[in-house]
Every structure is written in structure tokens, then in C-alpha cells.
């Protein structure tokens, strides 16, 4: 079983940046996978998905995420990465890493907090 291990998080000021890595030990980045995302949860909110990437390199956004954030990966690594732009203190949660194979169960990671300060 693939654990994903997600990196990058931590405090910064509102305006800043933060890269976020999803690192996937063990996992070929290969046409078995379906879609890699971020998703993201706040307390007492819904987890939502912020940002998907095909394996064709089709991505999509959350409203919210678009234009500031962007959805990457290095296939020889085996590492999805969020970089974000312009953080606002509505960004702060938990951000978790997903990776949907074609068949068998789905990945995911334990999380990376993002605290954004006003």
C-alpha cells in the first residue's frame, strides 16, 4: 500500500507563497494513474478539492484556487506539488494529497498544514 507523504506546509504572512510536495514512494507515475489532486479541509468545513491534474496534464481549479495556485508534477521523482501564490488567511487548512489509479483503491496522504496570517 502506497503511503503519500505530503511536505511544505507551515505559517506564512497573507499575500506570501508556499510550495506544497506530495512524495510517493514506492508509486510509478505511469498511464495506470487516473488524476492527482489537492484537496483541502478547514475546521468545521467540508474537505474540498482544490486542484486536479490528468495523467494526460489536464488540470482544473477550484474558483478559489484560480490564478494563484498551480498543479505540477516531476513523473522521475514521483512528486505532485501545489504551488501557491497570494495566500489569503481563507486558504488556512489541512491539505492533503490524492492520487486515483485507474484501478485499485485510491492514495492519499496524512496531510500538510497551511496556517495564513492576516
Known amino acids: 500500500q502506497v503511503q503519500l507523504v505530503e511536505s511544505g506546509g507551515g505559517l506564512v504572512q497573507a499575500g506570501g507563497s508556499l510550495r506544497l510536495s506530495c512524495a510517493a514512494p514506492?508509486?510509478?507515475?505511469?498511464?495506470?494513474?487516473?488524476?492527482m489532486n489537492w484537496h483541502r479541509q478547514a475546521p468545521g468545513n467540508e474537505r474540498e478539492l482544490v486542484a486536479s491534474m490528468t495523467w494526460g496534464g489536464r488540470t482544473n481549479y477550484a474558483d478559489s484556487a484560480k490564478g494563484r495556485f498551480t498543479i505540477s508534477r516531476d513523473n522521475a521523482k514521483s512528486i505532485v506539488y501545489l504551488q501557491m501564490h497570494s495566500l489569503k488567511p481563507e486558504d488556512t487548512a489541512v491539505y492533503y494529497c490524492?492520487?486515483?489509479?485507474?484501478?485499485?483503491?485510491?492514495?492519499w496522504g496524512q496531510g500538510t498544514q497551511v496556517t495564513v496570517a492576516s
Open positions: 514506492g508509486l510509478i507515475f505511469s498511464v495506470g494513474i487516473n488524476t
Open positions: 490524492n492520487i486515483n489509479p485507474w484501478s485499485g483503491p485510491a492514495y
